[in-house]
């Protein structure tokens, strides 16, 4: 594999481009007409635009981006993530293209791309679920049986679905008919699959994912978990590489049954098992993410390996170079998903101008990026500006250095999520790991992040004023060099 085209945008285009960059591989980015001047552009060896701004027109144009990739004679091809990245029928157009798709096969995509199949590839492993249906529900008579069964509140779910749509929870009977109405319209809309399912839901859950990799010559590992539980909207804003809950029988258990869960579709490559664990440690297998994870940096920095070249590796053939025996956790590692939102107003969106870009660095520091001062944030895609990643020997260190590298972090135009990761930072709860997916409805709001930037900045004034008196002390105290000159 001599030359590869990567079919995304923005920071994770311009991080696998690095990688194939060291491994001596060209690459080919794809673009569309508001990512003209993007960063991965410029890095590429080669470039092509592919299509006016809206992604349905562009990097959701299979068609073009295969067409791209046989004029320039790449090799492979690599999603990255989002976009085309879990769509199985991309996958084998690629390969009847005659081009590496580097990712799972389209067998995998499909089994674990309906929660539904997933689970029934899945039962027969043993693997603890979450009680609920095992086929899709249509009928409401059927729902409330089902409800009644399993107990109140229950959750009802998009089996084609994602990032929180067509999901809602249902607290009574009551409350049944018309939020599995929405969730059934949600699903259609967002996912063209109206089909739903219902499952128990879990008081106070954390989001705990494990990391596997997978060969063509049947070696399957896992490299640990990724706590994932402080969401907004049901979407990810901090991850981090260990859990600060798992003991090292859960953690070897639930990476087992990771395993379990990628032999169960025949799975290659890079891919994510999540789980469910409830506030008695019982773990619940919930959906496999077929493709690499926007967090697979704290993966990468507690274990040294990269991810990205793992997954070339595995689509040109070779074994992985390591067994289970081989990995160990090394420290901890934070991230935090830097948005162009507004957290002072429900994390709306907050486009515009970057009149100042400067991101930190350091020891332990690592930002994932694929903007650059002065460029405009397209209205058009998801307003992630950066992933901010960390490393420390402890989780305590971690949490310091992330700290240090939000406020060393330098960014005027768009409105944030900076403010918000320093507030989870010095969260008690997220502090001592006592948190779950509730953490932003139970402890977060615009008023308790305006206090503590109020008290951030009277901080920040006393220190300032007590700098300046020190000064000018300094300066109006009589010279002893001056003295001399004078005698002289």
Known sequence: MKKILVANRGEIALRIMRTARRMGIATVAVYSEADRHSPHVAFADEAVCIGPPPSNQSYLAGEKIIEA????????????????????????????????????????????GSKLAAKEAVRKFNIPMVPGTENAVADLGEAKKVCREIGY????????????????????????????????SEAQSAF??????????????????????ADSHGNTVHLFERECSVQRRHQKVVEEAPSAILTPEVRAAMGADAVKVAQACDYTGAGTVEFLVDDQMNYYFLEMNTRLQ????????????????????????KKLPFQQKDLHINGHAIELRVYAEDPYNNFLPSIGNLKTYRPPQGEGIRVDDGFSEGMDIPIYYD????????????????????????????????????????????????????????FVKNHFTAEALDEKEK???????????????KERERLTEPSPVGALWQLR
Not at 164 to 181: C, D, F, W, Y
């Open 455 to 469: 008290e951030l900045g009277a901080i920040a004034a006393a220190l300032a004023l007590r700098l300046y008196l």
């Open 153 to 184: 509140p229950v959750l009802i779910k998009a089996s084609a679905g994602g990032g929180g749509k067509g999901m809602r929870i249902v607290e009574n009977e009551t409350e049944l008919a018309s939020q599995m109405e929405r969730a059934i």
């Open 69 to 112: 990739a046989r004029k320039l004679k790449a090799d492979g091809i690599h999603p990255g993530y989002g976009f085309l990245s879990e769509n199985a029928a991309f996958a084998k157009a690629v390969t009847g293209a005659g081009i590496v798709f580097i990712g799972p096969s389209p067998h995998s995509m499909e089994v674990m």
């Open 192 to 213: 063209g699959d109206g089909a739903v399912f219902i499952e128990k839901y879990v008081a106070s859950p954390r989001h705990i994912e494990m990391q596997v990799l």
């Open 383 to 438: 307003p992630m500006l950066a992933k901010l990643a960390v490393w420390g020997k402890s989780r305590p260190e971690a949490i310091r250095r992330m700290l240090d590298a939000i406020a060393q972090y330098e960014i005027e135009g768009p409105a944030t999520t900076l403010p918000f990761g320093r507030f989870v930072m010095e969260h008690e709860a997220f502090v001592s790991g006592k948190f779950d997916t509730h």
């Open 294 to 317: 926007v967090e697979h940096p704290v993966t990468e920095m507690i274990t040294g390996i990269d991810l990205v070249e793992q997954q070339i590796e595995v689509a040109r053939g």
